[in-house]
């Protein structure tokens, strides 16, 4: 990883009064995979446009390999980018066969060369021998393979993908993105990979980008992310996630299922929100507890249980799938992380003591 | 005409709702806009002058215009559209009904030969029904022999006009009945089944209410077919709008009065419009999703099936068979007589010729506006496109009237000559070629595009190589449609054509006017011939 592929300085972006992108920051290293996640309607396809060159940003830098291409005074069309692009629908040309899709691009390139060019790319993702095919021919998972070696083809300084699994079925799409990450860490491309799933993102990402309301909330490792969210809205998107009112006291912090010794810098007596997965709670049948089974949920491997604690408060609970309880069952809620929880006080993490 | 209109809907649509819209270079923005907004303000001129002479009128004219006649002749019209639209669904719905939903023998031939009759343009009807029963018809010599009727009622006025406007118009409201009948999701139906409904209070109760929407649409299509109608009516000699300015221009030479009315006439044909694209609007969001290819269970007509042969067999005899067969008496008549048919070569070259260059002019003044509209976001750009659509609330007679005007005040050198002829034609049918473009386009993701210019293509060479021969069909399916309402239109050949230069439609016209009725027939079967062509496309593709 040496110089920075991508850099966006202070990057907005609005539409009439819909405040899309909001002076935003972002860099990526070369041969980095970034995943950009985040609810719908959050802005980041917006912002692979503003990259691609789609859209003019309102201000800001945009920087591709030490290359300004936008910076609110000129702004470079697409085509003198170098941004190889993959399309939620693939986009692929329907008049065109697969080859002429992927040399569409190397227009300057001398025919031979073209020609070689195209079957590396096609032996590249699997394709060998589908030079002559029309895109209607091929199946989902293969036109997305086309669409990748097609904007791979123009050796790009950067490759935007937008949802591109969201068309597959749910089989294909994880084998497609196992293959599509491993293809573009083989040959050391730099990517973007846009999503709303949170599970594809960490999959995918050397790095994780969360976007909401046009503003990066946590740019890291994806276990960073996931383990300490900077805020709720992070932990609340990256999935089931309960939040746990507790207070804060000499020996830790002080909730409705007991005592969890963990200590944060904040005042005794200040009120925090723990965030509470699944896997961090558990659950034993006894008559005098004051929590109650509402629900299980039979997921193949795991027993996931509903639990309602007197205030009201739902927490879940993932139990082997041998051990069944069924709802209405009195029980005692332990919660026994193993870990540090994130600690949120007024919507912002708290550092663990 | 269908196509073109169904385009409509987008008028009323705000920008937002369209899909593929996106912010582009400053620069290639505007050369577009300014390309479509040239276009869209030539169309503009002739409206905007006709409004100014009649505004010019002097207090004498004004009193002619607002007289009791035309009170009369605005009552005759509505009279007129509001009969024909109602016989047209009278005659319409058991026909859609019959061949979408039973197992009515032979539904496709009496799909293609009941939705035939739209293909005659009206003046060839009208001729054709008074070639018939008119007073040296065919049926009425036949009557004459064979019972000693000597004279059969006259069928000048307003039964005539009636008669051959609805045979002619109500396939309008049929299609629109079959694209509803057909579409609709079947599981309404049989949830009401379910509810314990029978089939009969399901009809009234399911079925009926949702075809409304399809109803008022094609009602409204055959009412506009009726108010911008001159042949039928002309040759009918029934005085609704069209019929009088002709007169009023072609006796009086009084052309502010003329004017006068050609005004009164958009207006009434602009409100009609404004319902029109409501309905359609409304329509569009009744339609809930669909069950894909699922169909409707067939319903069984037992020996009910006999009397809706009868029906279907009656229509198509009296809205085609009969016509034809008049027409092709009347060419037998006049080949043995010895009609030559050598200006008729040349009448047939000169329609070609205009309708050819018309059609090429429609596409090239088409693709500024209809790109403008469809790619890019903004109140502004959508403009362009929707001023063409002005040609909707004009008449041909009026837009022949406003170039006449305009031709013989400003610009005498290009007065009746082909020059204008074709623009006017561009204003009439320039809906239709970006009805169709527009449709296309909108069918090319943008996506495509997108890909194409980050795959370092200028605009220009992906619009080449990418939109438009992705564009094709549309770009064909457009220009063949301007084609061959060129090839039919009439009033606008009949004022504005130069001198001495006639066409067929011109030569049906004046053969007509002068009861040579053997003279017509050849010209008239050419028109019925090229006009069946975009009928058997459409025809084609619904039954793919």
């Not at chain 2, 299609?175 to 209070?201: K, Y």
């Not at chain 2, 619009?463 to 009033?491: C, D, S, Y």
Request: proline letters at 6%; one cysteine or more.
């Amino acid at each position: 990883m040496t110089g920075k592929a991508l850099e966006l300085q202070g990057v907005s972006k609005s539409f009439g009064s819909v405040q899309a992108i909001h002076d935003l920051d972002l860099e990526v290293a070369e041969g980095e995979i970034l995943a950009l996640v985040g609810p719908s309607g959050c802005g980041k396809t917006t912002l692979l446009r503003l990259i691609a060159g789609f859209e003019t940003p309102d201000g800001g830098t945009i920087t591709l390999r030490s290359k300004v291409v936008a910076n609110g005074i000129i702004t470079l069309p697409p085509e003198q980018r170098g941004v190889g692009m993959v399309f939620q629908d693939y986009a692929l040309f329907p008049h065109l066969t697969v080859a002429e899709n992927i040399g569409f691009g190397l227009d300057g390139t001398p025919a031979k060369e073209r020609h070689a060019i195209v079957a590396e790319k096609l032996a590249l993702v699997g394709l060998q021998g589908y030079e002559n095919r029309m895109p209607h021919e091929l199946s989902g998972g293969e036109r997305q393979r086309v669409a990748l070696a097609r904007a791979m083809a123009a050796r790009p300084v950067i490759i935007l993908l937008d949802e591109p699994f969201s068309n597959l079925d749910a089989d294909r799409r994880i084998t497609m993105r196992e293959e599509v990450r491993s293809i573009l860490k083989g040959v050391g491309a730099t990517a973007i990979l846009v999503t709303h799933d949170q599970e594809e993102a960490l999959y995918f990402g050397d790095t994780l980008a969360v976007l909401r309301d046009g503003k990066l909330q946590q740019v890291d490792t994806p276990e960073e992310i996931f383990h300490n969210p900077t805020n709720e809205s992070v932990a609340e998107f990256m999935g089931q996630t309960e939040f746990l009112e507790g207070e804060v006291t000499s020996d830790g912090i002080q909730t409705e299922v007991g005592l969890v010794e963990q200590r944060v810098e904040l005042p005794h007596g200040a009120r925090v929100q723990l965030a509470v997965r699944a896997d961090d709670v558990d659950i034993n049948p006894n008559i005098n507890a004051a929590g109650v089974i509402r629900e299980r949920q039979f997921k193949g491997a795991q027993n996931l249980y509903r639990v309602m604690l007197p205030s009201g408060q739902i927490l879940h609970s993932l139990q082997p799938h041998t051990r069944i309880l069924p709802p209405g069952t009195a029980v005692e809620v332990l919660l026994e992380p193993g870990h540090p929880l994130a600690c949120f006080h007024d919507g912002e993490a708290i550092a663990t003591k | 005409m269908t196509e073109a209109l169904s385009t409509l809907r987008r008028l009323l649509l705000p920008a937002s709702r369209q899909p593929g819209l996106v912010a582009g270079s400053k620069r290639r923005l505007s050369s577009l806009w300014l390309a479509s907004l040239a276009v869209a303000v030539l169309l503009l001129l002739p409206v905007i002058y006709l409004l100014i002479r009649v505004l010019q009128a002097d207090a004498g004219t004004w009193s002619l215009i607002l007289s009791s006649s035309t009170l009369a002749t605005l009552g005759r019209t509505v009279l007129l559209a509001s009969a024909v639209t109602l016989a047209s669904i009278l005659v319409a719905l058991p026909i859609a009904w019959l061949t979408t939903r039973t197992d009515l023998p032979l539904k496709r031939l009496w799909t293609l030969l009941t939705a035939l009759p739209m293909v005659i343009p009206s003046y060839v009807g009208a001729y054709l029904i008074v070639a018939s029963l008119g007073p040296r018809g065919v049926l009425a010599r036949l009557a004459e022999h064979a019972f000693g009727i000597e004279s059969l009622p006259s069928i000048y006025g307003f039964p005539g006009s009636l008669y051959v406007l609805t045979l002619l118009s109500y396939p309008y409201v049929l299609l629109t009945l079959r694209a509803a009948l057909q579409g609709m999701d079947p599981s309404l139906e049989e949830t009401s089944r379910g509810l314990g409904q029978g089939p009969w209070s399901t009809f009234w109760k399911v079925t009926l209410p949702q075809l409304r929407p399809a109803l008022a649409s094609g009602s409204l299509l055959i009412a506009l077919y009726v108010l911008r109608d001159f042949g039928a009516v002309s040759i009918m000699r029934f005085n609704t709008f069209t019929r009088v300015i002709y007169v009023q221009y072609k006796s009086a030479f009084d052309r502010a009065s003329a004017a006068g009315l050609a005004l009164i006439l958009v207006l009434l044909t602009l409100s009609i419009l404004y319902i029109e694209v409501r309905t359609r609007t409304r329509a569009s969001f009744e339609r809930g999703a669909t069950d894909g290819g699922r169909k409707p269970k067939v319903v069984s007509l037992g020996r009910w099936r006999w009397l809706a042969l009868f029906f279907c067999a009656g229509i198509v005899t009296i809205a085609l068979l009969i016509p034809l067969s008049v027409l092709f008496y009347w060419l037998v008549r006049g080949i043995n007589a010895g009609e030559t048919l050598l200006p008729l070569w040349q009448a047939a070259g000169n329609s070609v010729l205009v309708s050819a260059i018309t059609a090429l002019v429609a596409l090239l003044a088409a693709i500024p506006a209809v790109v403008l509209s469809v790619r890019r976001a903004g109140k502004w750009n959508q403009l362009p496109e929707r001023m063409t659509y002005t040609a909707f609330a004009l008449p041909g007679i009026v837009v022949a009237l406003a170039f006449v005007f305009f031709g013989a005040n400003y610009a005498p050198a290009l007065y009746q000559t082909l020059f204008m002829l074709i623009l006017a034609y561009l204003i009439l049918f320039l809906p239709q070629a970006v009805g169709s473009l527009q449709t296309s386009l909108l069918q090319v993701p943008q996506s495509l595009e997108e890909a194409a210019r980050g795959m370092g293509r200028k605009p220009w060479n992906v619009f080449w190589h990418i939109t438009f021969p992705l564009l094709r069909p549309g770009v064909l399916a457009g220009m063949a449609l301007v084609f061959l309402t060129t090839m039919k239109e009439l009033p606008a050949t009949l004022i504005l054509s130069p001198y001495n230069f006639s066409t067929l439609a011109t030569r049906v016209w004046s053969a007509v006017s002068e009861a040579f009725f053997a003279q017509a027939a050849a010209p008239a079967l050419l028109l019925v011939l090229t006009s069946s062509l975009p009928m058997a496309l459409i025809l084609f593709k619904e039954q793919k």
